[in-house]
Each structure stands twice: as structure tokens, then as C-alpha cells.
């Protein structure tokens, strides 16, 4: 199976603040690679799509870069509604896959 | 507007079964795969199964291979988990998910359910 490896598992930002989220593939998924959000409580949310494409309704602060076996979510001024759990998955080969999250917490 | 909902979730003893459905609204649904994603208690994402638009091809995660069947009635717009022989490792919030794309590669899922909550305990 591929495994997603996410970093980091957990950080501490402020409104305003640019943060970086990265993903490393086990091996090359070429660019299906998938960014979700995740509330509590609340069912996911895809953000990045294909690894650089922004879902539908999903602000322009979030984009998402890479390929290959290396990708990154980066929200580039964080907001209060964007504290949250963010996964990213490949959909290259089965099993789909999940990374185990980076939650944002508030600072 | 695109539904999913999902119901069939409850306590359930080990050994014993349960069949989850989601009912979908606002698409073409036999035009798109569909996908049963679960999460337990406190943990990540984990991909369950996936069903084409036509039925014709199912994938599913090698933990519930044997044990689990997915399926679709296109004609109610439904789709289905059939679990069998629970394990406590089971246990988790299960999502029915939508494809965004209606071919090519499936897994990436644009759309998700509220969840159906499966308890696996004597």
C-alpha cells in the first residue's frame, strides 16, 4: 500500500499567519494527490483536487502544490473558520489512501 | 444541491451484521462512482469500497475483504454496505462518498454524507 506521511502531525498558528502543510508519497502518484478539511464532527471537505486544483467554492487562500511524491496544502492567511483537521489521499492506486492529518490549532 | 444520506448505523455485537445505505440526491448518480470511507473514534480516514457508476467494477480495502460487499440500485439512487462477521476494529463513522470525476481515475471524492455511526461491543 502507499503510505501518506503528513507534516507536521499538529501546529499552533494566529489569524494572518501563512502555514504550510506537506505530504510525502512512498512512491510517485504523479498528481493524485486530494486535500480535504475536516471539522469536528463534520463530515470531510475537499479543498485541492489533482494536486494544484481548487474545488469549487473553496477560497483562493488554499492551494496546493507538488508532484510526484512530494505535495503541499499552504493556506496563505489563515482564518479563524480554517481550524481544522486537513488529510491529504492519493487516488493513483488502491487502496486509497489517507495521510493521518495535520490538525491547526489556534496560537 | 447534492445529498448524501446515510442511515443503517447502530450497535451491533461481534460476529454480527449490518447493512449501511446512503440515499443520493441532486446528481446523475449512475453516472458516478460512489465510495464508503470510514473513520473510527479519535482516528484518520480509511477507505472502505468503491462501486462504479454501472456496477460493474468494486474495489474494497483488503481489512473487510470477504466480510463486506458494496452495492448500488441505480434506479433508487442507493447505495449499499453489507457488513458481515463485525469486529471490534469495525467500529467507526461511516461515510458514503461521491466521485468528482464521472470517469477516469476514482477517489476523489467531492462529496460526503453526514456519517452513519457502526458500534461493534457485546
Same mark, same amino acid.
Given at each position: 500500500? *502507499? ?41 470531510? $471537505? ?28 499552504? *493556506? ?30 489556534? $496560537? | ?12 455485537? !461481534? ?25 473510527? !473514534? ?7 469500497? =468503491? ?8 474495489? =474494497? ?57 457502526? =458500534?461493534?461491543?457485546?
Amino acid at each position: 500500500d *502507499i503510505q501518506m506521511t503528513q507534516s507536521p502531525s499538529s501546529l499552533s498558528a494566529s489569524v494572518g499567519d501563512r502555514v504550510t502543510i506537506t505530504c510525502r508519497a512512498s512512491q510517485s502518484i504523479n498528481n493524485y494527490l486530494n486535500w480535504y478539511q475536516q471539522k469536528p464532527g463534520k463530515a470531510p $471537505k475537499l479543498l485541492i483536487y489533482a494536486a494544484s486544483s481548487l474545488q469549487s467554492g473553496v477560497p483562493s487562500r488554499f492551494s496546493g502544490s507538488g508532484s510526484g511524491t512530494d505535495f503541499t496544502l499552504t *493556506i496563505s492567511s489563515l482564518q479563524p473558520e480554517d481550524f481544522a483537521t486537513y488529510y491529504c489521499q492519493q487516488s493513483y492506486y488502491t487502496p486509497r489512501t489517507f495521510g493521518h492529518g495535520t490538525r491547526v490549532e489556534i $496560537k | 444541491e447534492v445529498q448524501l444520506l446515510e442511515s443503517g448505523g447502530g450497535l451491533v455485537q !461481534p460476529g454480527g451484521s449490518l447493512r449501511l445505505s446512503c440515499a443520493a440526491s441532486g446528481f446523475t448518480f449512475s453516472s458516478y462512482a460512489m465510495s464508503w470511507v470510514r473513520q473510527a !473514534p479519535g482516528k484518520g480516514l480509511e477507505w472502505v469500497s =468503491t462501486i462504479s457508476g454501472s456496477s460493474g467494477n468494486t474495489f =474494497t480495502a483488503d481489512s473487510v475483504k470477504g466480510r463486506f460487499t458494496i452495492s448500488r440500485d441505480n434506479s433508487k439512487n442507493a447505495l449499499y454496505l453489507q457488513m458481515n462477521s463485525l469486529r471490534a476494529e469495525d467500529a467507526a463513522v461511516y461515510y458514503c462518498a461521491k466521485d468528482r470525476a464521472s470517469s477516469g481515475y476514482y477517489g476523489t471524492f467531492d462529496y460526503w454524507g453526514q456519517g452513519t455511526l457502526v =458500534t461493534v461491543s457485546s
